[in-house]
Every structure is written in structure tokens, then in C-alpha cells.
């Protein structure tokens, strides 16, 4: 029987880069494809890197077929510049990429958006992940899994000082983090990128971490909330 395989988006981001470590050592998947800007500063038996062009998303469709696709592509709107460009990475190439793998017909399609998603936010940010569920909801992909991280710690490749700030405050208020409020609680990059290769299994109930299914006879649509 032929190996499964992997296709992750943004393996040079937080999540991204631990996710990858994460699929290089799950024997599950024969070929791990990461989809990137930029060559990756290293190698493995089992890793291809693929560098395209993300203004020309079709050039990787010829690995989408049957494949476990994660997408982990995210920006800031300081990063971004502008709106516009925020809305381009975190909205349009992720829709894109889920077009291409109901297309193609991949077998999963994981993806991180954001504990506040919801599209009729008073906030850009929550407003482009809401926008952006609810179209991927709309694909109707064999199988989605939606990822809401509170705020992420670990190291990033830039300085971010709201979040430093938030991580210390978060140490220093760890008593507040029960009931309603566990859900908002700061969780490490490598945490979710665990609970998207174990999600990616099967709706499962994984410590720190809840998940709510919600399947129909044309597709599985799991939240699932880390906190």
C-alpha cells in the first residue's frame, strides 16, 4: 500500500516550523512536501521542498492528489503593510490552496485560523479568519479541520512586543485561566502543532484541548479550540 503524504503551507512560520518536525517523524507519511518561498536550510530523506511563486499557487498541484494538506500561512498587519496584503495571505492563498485540494482531491485539508474568528467582527484581523472559515465551509472539502490558537508563544524569526508582553502576563495570571477563559489561555507553537498531527487522525479528545465534530454524509467539519 502506497505511503500517505504530506503538503504543508508555511513551514517558516512558528506553528509551520514545528509542525514539520512534527511530520518528519510521524511514520505514518512516506513524503512530507513543503510548499515554500525560499529553500528550507535543511534536508531529509523524506522531505521534498518545493519553492514556487505564491501569486501562482497552481504550480503545486501536481502533489495535492490523495495528500494530507496543512496550512499554517499567516501574517501580521505590521509585517503585511496593509490591509490588503494581511487579506492576501491570510485569506486569499489559503482559499486558494483549498480549492486546488478539493480539486485535486486531497484527502484532508488542517488548517490554523484564530480563536476569535468570526466574520462579522468589529475587528480586521478576526473578521478575515471568520470570512475565510466560512468560505472554506462553503468548498465543502471531504474532510476540515479548523485550528483556533489563543496567542502563540515561542520563537519567532521577528521581534513581536505585544505578544512577549502577553506571554509574561499570562505567567503571572495563570490563576484566571479556568472555565470560559481556559480557552484564551497562551499556548506554544509546538502544542498545536501536536494537535494538528494528531488531529488530523480522527476527532479526538487530546488534554488541553477540545474538540467539537460536526459531520454530514458529504463532509467532516472539526473545531478544535486549543487552550
Known amino acids: 500500500m502506497a505511503m500517505k503524504r504530506a503538503v504543508l503551507f508555511g513551514a517558516t512560520g512558528l506553528v509551520g516550523r514545528a509542525l514539520l518536525q512534527h511530520l518528519l517523524k510521524d511514520d505514518a507519511y512516506g513524503k512530507i512536501i513543503a510548499v515554500v518561498r525560499n529553500a528550507l536550510p535543511f534536508t531529509h530523506p523524506r522531505l521534498q521542498t518545493v519553492v514556487i511563486d505564491f501569486r501562482q499557487l497552481g504550480d503545486c498541484r501536481q502533489f495535492l492528489e490523495g495528500a494530507d494538506?496543512?496550512?499554517?500561512?499567516?501574517?501580521?498587519?505590521?509585517?503585511?503593510?496593509?490591509?490588503?496584503?494581511?487579506?492576501?495571505?491570510?485569506?486569499?492563498?489559503?482559499?486558494?490552496?483549498?480549492?486546488?485540494?478539493?480539486?485535486?482531491?486531497?484527502s484532508q485539508f488542517l488548517i490554523i485560523t484564530a480563536i476569535g474568528a468570526n466574520s462579522r467582527s468589529v475587528f480586521f484581523y478576526n473578521r478575515v479568519k471568520g470570512e475565510?472559515?466560512?468560505?472554506?465551509?462553503?468548498?465543502?472539502?471531504?474532510?476540515?479541520?479548523?485550528?483556533?490558537?489563543?496567542?502563540?508563544?515561542?520563537?519567532?524569526?521577528?521581534?513581536?512586543?505585544?505578544?512577549?508582553?502577553?506571554?509574561?502576563?499570562?505567567?503571572?495570571?495563570?490563576?484566571?485561566?479556568?472555565?470560559?477563559?481556559?480557552?484564551?489561555?497562551?499556548?506554544?507553537?509546538?502544542?498545536?502543532?501536536?494537535?494538528?498531527?494528531?488531529?488530523?487522525?480522527?476527532?479526538?479528545?487530546?488534554?488541553?484541548?477540545?474538540?467539537?465534530?460536526?459531520?454530514?454524509k458529504k463532509d467532516e467539519l472539526t473545531f478544535i479550540r486549543i487552550g
Not at 503585511?80 to 486546488?100: H, K, M, N
Not at 468560505?135 to 485550528?147: C, D, K, N, Q, V
Request: with cysteine.
Open 69 to 106: 494538506i496543512f496550512c499554517c500561512l499567516g501574517t501580521t498587519m505590521k509585517k503585511a503593510g496593509s490591509r490588503e496584503a494581511f487579506r492576501t495571505v491570510d485569506y486569499q492563498y489559503p482559499l486558494e490552496i483549498a480549492r486546488l485540494a478539493k480539486e485535486e482531491g486531497a
Open 132 to 216: 475565510l472559515e466560512e468560505a472554506l465551509r462553503e468548498l465543502a472539502l471531504p474532510s476540515l479541520h479548523l485550528f483556533h490558537p489563543s496567542l502563540l508563544l515561542g520563537p519567532r524569526q521577528e521581534h513581536r512586543r505585544s505578544e512577549e508582553l502577553g506571554a509574561k502576563l499570562s505567567h503571572s495570571l495563570s490563576f484566571l485561566w479556568i472555565g470560559p477563559l481556559r480557552a484564551y489561555q497562551p499556548v506554544t507553537a509546538t502544542d498545536v502543532a501536536g494537535a494538528m498531527q494528531t488531529g488530523r487522525c480522527a476527532c479526538v479528545r487530546i488534554k488541553g484541548i477540545t474538540t467539537v465534530s460536526r459531520s454530514g
